[in-house]
């Protein structure tokens, strides 16, 4: 059974694009799930970055989904939107959406929710400063 994809435009904002390439694939030529992992971890470390006004590190990630693979030549386009601010932590939904080479078609080939907990110059937790 074929998994049906959201039919919506990407939410949030734009906070990473990068170009997938061969030495991130594995036996099978796609990109793997880890590298796809890390530019999402990258995204919403700098999106809790900006709202926590500091330093920040992952707790937890959440409901991770892999729609599609990632190919190589693929410009993998990371948007992040916060969904939560609590005392010291900071829930953002991630989502990677791929633009095709050659055919520029976008899709959404994965998302999760990460949750970051701010710290301090000790790397204890502190309160997430707020504008």
Known sequence: ???????HDPR??????????????????????????SQMDIAGAITASEVAHGRVVTMKVESMVFHRPVKVGDVLCVY????????????????CWARRFL?????????????????DENGKSRPVKED
């Open 103 to 119: 055919s520029h078609v976008r899709e959404q080939v994965t998302e999760a929710t990460f949750i970051f907990v701010a710290i």
């Open 12 to 37: 949030g904002e734009l906070t990473v694009r990068v170009k997938a390439m061969p030495a991130d694939t594995n036996a099978n030529g796609d990109i793997f799930g880890g590298w796809v992992l």
């Open 1 to 7: 059974m074929k998994e049906e994809l959201p039919e």
């Open 80 to 95: 992040t939107e916060v969904e939560k601010i609590g005392r010291s932590s900071m829930t953002i939904h991630i989502e």
